[in-house]
C-alpha cells in the first residue's frame, strides 16, 4: 500500500457515484487535497476540496488544474436528459476522454473508469457500444494503471427524480437472489460499495488493465 500523499482528481463529482467517491476521499488521511470539476459548486466545506467550476466545453483552458496523482472517471448522463444522442456521445465519450488526455499530458499515471456491465464496441444497443468504445479508446491513451469497473444496477438515491429505476431498485434485492455463478457480475451495487473499491483498488494499484465487475468490489 501507497504511504506517499496523493491528490486526486475526480470528473463527475455530482453523480452518484461520484459524489459518495469525494467524501470517501476527502475522509482518507492519505489524499491531501481532491479536485472536482464541476458545472455547479457542490455544498461541501472541506479545507482538501478544490472546486473547479465551469462549462466543460472549455476544458482544455484548465489543463494546469489537471495536478494530481490519480484520475476518476465517474461521468455520465441518461437518455431522459440527454435526448440527443451526438450530445450524450459528446458527454459520456466526449468529456470523459478528453480528461484523460490532459490528464496523461499533465503526467498521472494512473486512472478509474467507471464504466457499465455489458461494454462492448460490437454491441448494437447504444449504450454498450458507447462505454466499450470508452472503454477501448482509454486503454489506447496508455496509463501505466487502467482500472475499470462494470457495474450493473446502482443502487442509491440520486438527485433527479427517477421514478422507474426506483422501481428497479427496490426489486433488485429479489433478482439479486438468483445472481449465482455467471450471473453474478449482474448483481446490483450500492454507490458505497462502487466507491469503497475504487478507493480500495486506487490504495493497492497494480500496473496493468484491470476490468472489475460485482465480485472485484
Do not use: W
Not at 463529482?13 to 482518507?28: C, E, N, P, R
Not at 481532491?34 to 466545506?45: N, Q
Not at 457500444?129 to 472503454?135: A, P, V
Amino acid at each position: 500500500m501507497p504511504t506517499q500523499l496523493k491528490k486526486a482528481i475526480v470528473i463527475g463529482a455530482s453523480g452518484l457515484i461520484g459524489k459518495q467517491l469525494v467524501h470517501f476521499l476527502l475522509d482518507d488521511s492519505t489524499f491531501t487535497k481532491v479536485t472536482i470539476f464541476v458545472r455547479k459548486a457542490l455544498p461541501i466545506l472541506n479545507e482538501k476540496l478544490q472546486q473547479i467550476v465551469l462549462d466543460f466545453k472549455q476544458l482544455e483552458q484548465y489543463s494546469a488544474d489537471f495536478d494530481g496523482s490519480v484520475l476518476f472517471l465517474c461521468i455520465g448522463t441518461t437518455r431522459k436528459k440527454t435526448p440527443n444522442l451526438e450530445e450524450y456521445r459528446a458527454i459520456d465519450y466526449g468529456i470523459t476522454l478528453r480528461a484523460a488526455n490532459l490528464a496523461k499530458a499533465s503526467g498521472i499515471e494512473e486512472v478509474h473508469l467507471i464504466s457499465a456491465i455489458g461494454a462492448s464496441s460490437n454491441s448494437t444497443i447504444f449504450y454498450n457500444k458507447l462505454k466499450g468504445e470508452i472503454e477501448e479508446d482509454l486503454i489506447k491513451i496508455g496509463f501505466t494503471s487502467t482500472y475499470i469497473y462494470q457495474p450493473s444496477m446502482l443502487i442509491g438515491a440520486r438527485d433527479e427524480s427517477r421514478p422507474v429505476e426506483l422501481i428497479f431498485q427496490k426489486l433488485m434485492p429479489f433478482f439479486d437472489l438468483l445472481m449465482l455463478g455467471s450471473l453474478k457480475k449482474y448483481h446490483s451495487v450500492s454507490k458505497e460499495k462502487l466507491a469503497k473499491a475504487m478507493l480500495k483498488h486506487h490504495l493497492s494499484a497494480k500496473k496493468g488493465i484491470h476490468v472489475m465487475t460485482y465480485s472485484d468490489f
